[in-house]
């Protein structure tokens, strides 16, 4: 028997509790009150075949997501899809326990849940191979991973938004959460690095005027923006996000907007991405010196206080469940942070946890290991 799935609604507000205080604090950046929503219903109610992952292949990632996190309304949400899409609730009770599903899943479902899996808890280490194996195409493993990376988004967007608006994220205690200890490390630099693609990405003639208006500015100078561009619709959505994100005006400062960046990057272990924003949070401020110590010693660097805080509040919403704690939204307060730029704080965080998971599977860093 079919599930109903309610649709046009906002998911993200359901997903981070649905009190009266999360919607208002959103609407403080009502722009990225319906991005959030066109991505989520270019990924999982697209208006045509796209690249062809199915429906449940898509809710069956973002489920697997979900349950990682700990996120009941995600996960009864998800559930919900993938039952509408299956038509039987076996596969979709098989991840919410955590089964195997081997022989109880088509190969392509069981291959997307272990890759949406290995996206949430350990992205450096995702590989492509076993989606390809399954029979995934290259521009499908781009859906497929938008997918996965998306909902682990939705997850940290709305831990962050929750803990702002009742002081509890909804993730309770995990004993076994990877720690939010920020590591630096001589990996870890400002210089300009190359990220080399694992599937080809679109070359600059195949770009349309839709592709140059999603990759604004530089962006389709580089590989990562086009192999994004195998699914155009929810790259579109994802720029508008990035830029509406980092470039609004008032609220946070830019320089603590990519502070935030750095401090997710890190913890995820993404050394592209630290690269780019720690850079561009150096400019930004103006002296070099508190990001290149962030970069060498992590969470023991000497830092000001209000740029620890920063990073440590970045920093706990980057583990899966979330380890985040009201604290860390105090002393931010105290500090004369305003609600808007703590949602600032909160949306940059949880945008890197998308990017983070894009830029480590899709590609490598030169001198790393593929």
Wanted: hydrophobic share 45%; charged share 20%; with cysteine.
């Amino acid at each position: 028997m079919s599930i109903p799935v309610t649709r046009g609604h906002d998911v993200l507000d359901r997903f981070a509790g649905a009190a009266p205080e999360v919607t208002r604090l959103r609407a403080l950046r009502p722009e990225l009150v319906g991005l959030e929503q066109r991505a989520y219903d270019e990924l999982f109610h697209p208006p045509g075949p796209g690249t062809g992952v199915s429906a449940a292949e898509r809710a069956a990632a973002a489920l697997a997501v979900a349950v990682d996190h700990r996120r009941a309304p995600a996960v009864s949400h998800y559930r919900a899809l993938l039952t509408e899409a299956t038509q039987d609730p076996g596969v979709a009770e098989r991840i919410v326990a955590r089964a195997p599903l081997d022989g109880h899943a088509p190969p392509r479902t069981t291959a997307a849940v272990a890759h949406a899996r290995q996206l949430t808890r350990a992205p450096a280490q995702a590989r492509l191979d076993p989606l390809r194996a399954a029979g995934f195409t290259d521009p499908q493993i781009v859906t497929l991973s938008q997918a996965a990376a998306f909902a682990h988004h939705q997850m940290q967007l709305a831990a962050g938004l929750q803990l702002l608006a009742t002081g509890d994220s909804g993730t309770g205690t995990d004993p076994g959460a990877p720690s939010t200890t920020v590591d630096g490390g001589p990996r870890f630099t400002t210089g300009v690095l190359t990220w080399r693609p694992a599937i080809r990405p679109l070359a600059r003639e195949q770009l349309t005027e839709a592709h140059r208006t999603a990759l604004a500015g530089k962006r389709p100078d580089t590989p990562y923006f086009r192999t994004l561009g195998h699914d155009l619709g929810i790259l579109a959505v994802r720029t508008a996000i990035d830029l509406a994100a980092f470039t609004a005006e008032g609220g946070l400062p830019r320089a603590e907007r990519e502070l935030a960046a750095t401090a997710v990057s890190l913890h995820s272990g993404c050394v592209y991405c630290v690269s780019v924003h720690a850079r561009r949070a150096a400019q930004l401020h103006g002296d070099p010196e508190p990001v290149d110590r962030l970069l060498k010693y992590g969470s023991t660097a000497v830092l000001g206080r209000r740029w620890k805080l920063i990073v440590r509040l970045a920093a706990g919403l980057a583990p899966v469940p979330a380890t985040a704690a009201d604290a860390d939204v105090q002393a931010l307060r105290e500090l004369g942070l305003s609600e808007l730029a703590l949602v600032d704080l909160v949306h940059c965080a949880a945008f890197f946890g998308w990017a983070n998971r894009l830029m480590l599977s899709l590609g490598t860093v030169d001198g790393e290991a593929g």
